[in-house]
């Protein structure tokens, strides 16, 4: 199994707090991305990077932001967490044409 | 952008088969596939690249439709295993950094 983690895997938080994710890597990989993930909706990309300080907006980012200052860890961080915001959010990593998930965040937003 | 997927959700018995089907309205680079247990992580299945040819995974394979931007995952004599949901994932020309994934098909196979 490819090396990802992800921390918290749950947390519950207030509307209007700061709310950081880390996503964790093993294998050395340039590519990682952070999707959330809710009914209806499938997995949609918030933000990516490919590589150390070097990131881009996905389908969703308004609300987030991510830092990426090691090859290893990707943060994404809710400024101001809303209750739209409640959702499953993983990470993920790219190498040899397929993405390797992490194991996901529960994030609820009250 | 987001790839359509049908069915929203397919019912099986052991031993039947299924086609799930993926659609883009964008020309594509490639298109992955990865099935979801419930309160798991994705997996992937299989990757189809453009120019390439079909793909199998135990009795799992899949088409990519160039000219029409569209994917299918034939599921053959499903067993119970099988079951969850299932992403289509596509990599757009011009945009091969990143995937796209359509809604999900959900898979339930029962004895």
């Known amino acids: 199994d490819a090396g990802i983690t992800q921390s918290p895997r749950h947390k519950v938080t207030e509307t209007g707090t700061p709310v950081t994710l880390r996503c964790h890597q093993t294998?050395?990989?340039?590519?990682m991305y952070w999707y959330r993930q809710d009914p209806g909706h499938g997995l949609r990309l918030i933000h990516y990077s490919y590589g150390v300080k070097d990131t881009d907006k996905g389908e969703v980012s308004d609300g987030y932001s991510v830092s990426r200052s090691k090859t290893e860890d990707f943060l994404l961080t809710l400024e101001s967490a809303t209750s739209s915001q409640t959702s499953v959010y993983f990470c993920a990593i790219s190498g040899n044409n397929e993405q390797f998930f992490g194991p996901g965040t529960r994030l609820t937003v009250l | 952008q987001q790839p359509v997927q049908s069915p929203q959700a397919v019912i099986l018995r052991e031993g039947e088969d299924a086609v799930i089907n993926c659609s883009s309205s964008k020309a594509l680079y490639s298109v992955h596939w990865y099935r979801q247990k419930h309160g798991e992580a994705p997996v992937f299945l299989m990757i189809?690249?453009?120019?390439?040819e079909q793909k199998g995974h135990e009795k799992i394979s899949a088409s990519f439709n160039e000219k029409k931007q569209q994917s299918s995952l034939y599921l053959t004599a499903s067993q119970l295993s099988y079951s969850g949901t299932y992403f289509c994932g596509t990599e757009i020309l011009g945009a091969t950094d990143k995937l796209i994934f359509g809604t999900g098909t959900r898979l339930q196979v029962f004895p």
């Open positions: 294998e050395n990989h340039r590519y």
């Open positions: 189809l690249l453009k120019g390439g």
